[in-house]
Every structure is written in structure tokens, then in C-alpha cells.
């Protein structure tokens, strides 16, 4: 076939679809006495059965198909190749959920309209016109009733947001949530403001910088936008101030770390990190570099388990100290990291295990992949004469 004439049968095909989708269904719809006969629930309940095809689909199929006994502009839609099932599913519902105290001649206008816009709009584009269709048709009640659909929805995401939190067992756990629209996309917006410096060329995944095992520097490299948001609830989790949280037993709120003197000094060591949602064990690294950034209180116990110490909160890096290390530093000053100050946490050279203190000649800037490496034992860490430090894996 030329090209224009596969060009052709393609657009001539979808219509052909589009009417045999039309037939099919008007023919589901009547097919109540066929599903009586064999003993089904309805008729897309027998031709799932019978045709082995998905029970969901051909069930939405059938309701589809009942609503197009009413629907008759859309069934004229597809009877003439305009209108997809997928196009005439989307209207069909929008005008499922149009207010019932309209008057018909309002819901009929509606309904030619929206079919009207099946030769410009897909199924997608469709859905958002079909809410706003009010707008077009009856501009007078619109609002007020945009208005109360939204305050439903709103109420209706309240009621029913989730979130759950199951332990696998292998250092990880499963978070798993339905949350209300507006707080999902203001969550959004704080992952964003982690991930969106290190966008990696508009591919959809995001750049983090880093070295090769000798130390020398590589280009930024993708890592997909999923684990990147994981990395960046991660890191918004883990620098929100304490003192601005709800108090627990008269406390802010703060992470109590539990682990021995030898453990403290140890690099393959174990702590038991306590919050509000229990004792979990960390490990001592963990632990340290936890320290240059969160209210960590420290208990340290000798060998006979005799509680040693109970040191203080962690003091972190003032508001002031951190502008100044960001207009000192600029960047993540690992070798070959280009990802801005704004989106780094503060590393102590010397940790509080070691009676480090928080003094900006005692830190540096490193993002959060750097600085995971930092209290790595498996990496060493050197000053390059520039400022840069270069992580070179221990052999």
C-alpha cells in the first residue's frame, strides 16, 4: 500500500470501529432475555463467560451500553464513526454527574455539545471539558455548582484518605496512601523542590552527581523519577525542624539513639534509633550521619548496660550558619557534583561521637547521595586543592 493509502484505511478503520462498537453494544443492551435463558446476573456478566474476556471490562461495557439507550446523540456518534467507545464512555459518565435538578433541554445541550468536540478532543482532554461543560450551556449556575461538587469531592477525599505503613522485614518499608488532592499536590511541590535541580535533560529522570571508583569525576547520571521522589521524602523527612513539630509528652519531637561506647567508635556497628513509632535498629554510620542533621539525643551505655551518658539534643547549624556555607560552598562540594547548596545538608567533619562541634570550619556542603558516601567506611575521603572532596572506594 502507498503511504497515503495506509494513511487513509487507518482513519477509515477507527470510524469501522467506532460503528461496530456501537452495534455491539446496542445489542448488549437488548440481550437481557439471553442472559435470563443461561442463568446470568446480566448480559455482560454471560459474555465474559462465554467470550472468556475480562469480567470488569465487559461489565463497564454493559453499562455503557444501557446508558446509550438514553444517551441517543452519542450512540448517533458512534453509529456514524466519530465518536470511540472510550470518547463516549467519558461523556456519558460527565453527563451522569451533571446536577439532577437541571432542566432536560440543559442536559440535551450538553449532551451535542460534548459530542461536538469528539473530532478535536480525545478521551482525556474530553473528561475536563465535560466538567466544566456547565460553563458552555447553563453559565448561570455554573459556579455555584463547580462550587458544590467541589466541597463533595473535597469531603469525600477527607473521609477516605489513607495511609498505612508495612514493615517487610528487609530494611524497608511499604508506604501506601490515598490522600485528598490538594495536600497531594503540596507534597508534590516539597518533592519537587528536592528533585527539580538535578532534572537530567528533560528525560524525566534526575541527575545526581558523582565520582568513578578511582575518584574521578563522571557526568550526572538519571536515576528514574519514582526512586528520586522516595530519595527526596527521604531527605524532606529528615531535615524538617524538630522544634516546629507537636510535642510528644512534653518533648519535641526527636530521635533518641541507644547503642554503646564501643559501638559510637565503631564503623560496623548497630544502634537502636527510638521514636514514636518504636525501636528499630540502625546502623552506628546511620546513626552519625543522622547526627549532622537531626535533634539526636545520644544515650550511651557502658558494658553493664549502666546509661553513661544522656547527652543533650544535637544543636544544628543556625539559619545563618547554613547562608553561609551555602555562599561558601555554592554547590555540593563532592568532586564532580553540580547540584546546588540550596538542595545539600551539612556534613560535620568531626561527628558528635567524636566531640565534633557545629562551627562552619568543622562542615561542608554534600547533597544527600555525597553524603550518604561520607559515613561510608567503605569510601575514603579526600581534600582536593580546589575545596572539592573526592570519595575513593577502600580496596
Given at each position: 500500500?502507498?503511504?497515503?493509502?495506509?494513511?487513509?484505511?487507518?482513519?477509515?478503520?477507527?470510524?469501522?470501529?467506532?460503528?461496530?462498537?456501537?452495534?455491539?453494544?446496542?445489542?448488549?443492551?437488548?440481550?437481557?432475555?439471553?442472559a435470563?435463558?443461561?442463568?446470568?446476573r446480566?448480559?455482560g456478566?454471560?459474555?465474559a463467560?462465554?467470550?472468556?474476556?475480562?469480567?470488569?471490562?465487559?461489565?463497564?461495557d454493559?453499562?455503557?451500553?444501557?446508558a446509550?439507550?438514553?444517551?441517543?446523540?452519542?450512540?448517533?456518534?458512534?453509529?456514524?464513526?466519530?465518536?470511540?467507545?472510550?470518547?463516549?464512555?467519558?461523556?456519558?459518565?460527565?453527563?451522569?454527574?451533571?446536577?439532577?435538578?437541571?432542566?432536560?433541554?440543559?442536559?440535551?445541550g450538553?449532551e451535542?455539545?460534548?459530542?461536538?468536540?469528539?473530532?478535536?478532543?480525545?478521551?482525556?482532554?474530553?473528561?475536563?471539558?465535560?466538567?466544566?461543560?456547565?460553563?458552555?450551556?447553563?453559565?448561570?449556575?455554573?459556579?455555584?455548582?463547580?462550587?458544590?461538587?467541589l466541597?463533595?469531592?473535597?469531603?469525600h477525599?477527607?473521609?477516605?484518605?489513607?495511609?498505612?505503613?508495612?514493615?517487610?522485614?528487609?530494611?524497608?518499608?511499604?508506604?501506601?496512601?490515598?490522600?485528598?488532592?490538594?495536600?497531594?499536590?503540596?507534597?508534590?511541590?516539597?518533592?519537587?523542590?528536592?528533585?527539580?535541580?538535578?532534572?537530567?535533560?528533560?528525560?524525566?529522570?534526575?541527575?545526581?552527581?558523582?565520582?568513578?571508583?578511582?575518584?574521578?569525576?563522571?557526568?550526572?547520571?538519571?536515576i528514574?523519577?519514582?526512586?528520586?521522589?522516595?530519595?527526596?521524602?527521604?531527605?524532606?523527612?529528615?531535615?524538617?525542624?524538630?522544634?516546629?513539630?507537636?510535642?510528644?509528652?512534653?518533648?519535641?519531637?526527636?530521635?533518641?539513639?541507644?547503642?554503646?561506647?564501643e559501638?559510637?567508635?565503631?564503623?560496623?556497628?548497630?544502634?537502636?534509633?527510638?521514636?514514636?513509632?518504636?525501636?528499630?535498629?540502625?546502623?552506628?554510620?546511620?546513626?552519625r550521619?543522622?547526627?549532622?542533621?537531626?535533634?539526636?539525643?545520644?544515650?550511651?551505655?557502658?558494658?553493664?548496660?549502666?546509661?553513661?551518658?544522656?547527652?543533650?539534643?544535637?544543636?544544628?547549624?543556625?539559619?545563618?550558619?547554613?547562608?553561609?556555607?551555602?555562599?561558601?560552598?555554592?554547590?555540593?562540594?563532592?568532586?564532580?557534583?553540580?547540584?546546588?547548596?540550596a538542595?545539600?545538608?551539612?556534613?560535620h567533619?568531626?561527628?558528635?561521637?567524636?566531640?565534633?562541634?557545629?562551627?562552619?570550619?568543622?562542615?561542608?556542603?554534600?547533597?544527600?547521595?555525597?553524603?550518604?558516601?561520607?559515613?561510608?567506611p567503605?569510601?575514603?575521603?579526600?581534600?582536593?586543592?580546589?575545596?572539592?572532596?573526592?570519595?575513593?572506594?577502600r580496596q
Amino acid at each position: 500500500m502507498a503511504t497515503s493509502d495506509k494513511e487513509t484505511a487507518l482513519v477509515e478503520l477507527t470510524h469501522i470501529e467506532a460503528q461496530v462498537a456501537e452495534l455491539r453494544l446496542r445489542l448488549l443492551a437488548s440481550a437481557d432475555d439471553v442472559a435470563a435463558m443461561h442463568g446470568a446476573r446480566d448480559a455482560g456478566a454471560w459474555i465474559a463467560h462465554t467470550t472468556h474476556t475480562d469480567p470488569q471490562t465487559a461489565r463497564a461495557d454493559w453499562r455503557l451500553a444501557k446508558a446509550l439507550e438514553t444517551r441517543t446523540v452519542v450512540a448517533a456518534g458512534m453509529r456514524d464513526g466519530h465518536v470511540s467507545a472510550a470518547q463516549a464512555r467519558v461523556i456519558t459518565l460527565g453527563l451522569d454527574e451533571l446536577p439532577t435538578e437541571l432542566a432536560p433541554e440543559t442536559v440535551a445541550g450538553a449532551e451535542v455539545t460534548l459530542v461536538g468536540y469528539c473530532d478535536e478532543f480525545g478521551p482525556k482532554d474530553l473528561r475536563r471539558l465535560a466538567r466544566r461543560i456547565l460553563d458552555v450551556v447553563a453559565p448561570e449556575v455554573a459556579d455555584a455548582e463547580e462550587g458544590k461538587k467541589l466541597q463533595d469531592e473535597e469531603r469525600h477525599a477527607r473521609e477516605r484518605a489513607t495511609l498505612s505503613l508495612r514493615d517487610l522485614g528487609d530494611g524497608r518499608t511499604r508506604l501506601s496512601g490515598v490522600l485528598p488532592t490538594t495536600v497531594a499536590n503540596r507534597l508534590r511541590t516539597y518533592l519537587d523542590a528536592y528533585t527539580s535541580p538535578r532534572k537530567n535533560g528533560g528525560t524525566g529522570g534526575v541527575a545526581t552527581g558523582s565520582t568513578t571508583g578511582d575518584g574521578s569525576p563522571t557526568s550526572p547520571t538519571a536515576i528514574p523519577r519514582h526512586r528520586a521522589n522516595a530519595h527526596a521524602f527521604e531527605a524532606l523527612l529528615e531535615l524538617l525542624d524538630p522544634d516546629q513539630l507537636p510535642e510528644h509528652g512534653g518533648d519535641a519531637t526527636t530521635v533518641i539513639v541507644a547503642l554503646s561506647h564501643e559501638q559510637l567508635l565503631t564503623d560496623l556497628a548497630t544502634a537502636i534509633a527510638i521514636t514514636g513509632g518504636g525501636a528499630n535498629p540502625i546502623s552506628a554510620g546511620e546513626a552519625r550521619r543522622l547526627a549532622c542533621q537531626a535533634a539526636i539525643i545520644p544515650q550511651v551505655y557502658g558494658g553493664d548496660s549502666e546509661l553513661l551518658d544522656q547527652g543533650r539534643a544535637k544543636r544544628l547549624f543556625t539559619k545563618p550558619q547554613r547562608k553561609a556555607m551555602k555562599v561558601r560552598d555554592r554547590r555540593c562540594r563532592a568532586e564532580g557534583c553540580t547540584i546546588t547548596a540550596a538542595w545539600t545538608e551539612a556534613h560535620h567533619f568531626r561527628p558528635w561521637s567524636q566531640g565534633g562541634r557545629t562551627d562552619l570550619k568543622d562542615a561542608v556542603c554534600f547533597c544527600k547521595q555525597d553524603h550518604l558516601r561520607a559515613h561510608d567506611p567503605s569510601y575514603e575521603m579526600t581534600l582536593l586543592p580546589n575545596g572539592d572532596y573526592r570519595f575513593i572506594k577502600r580496596q
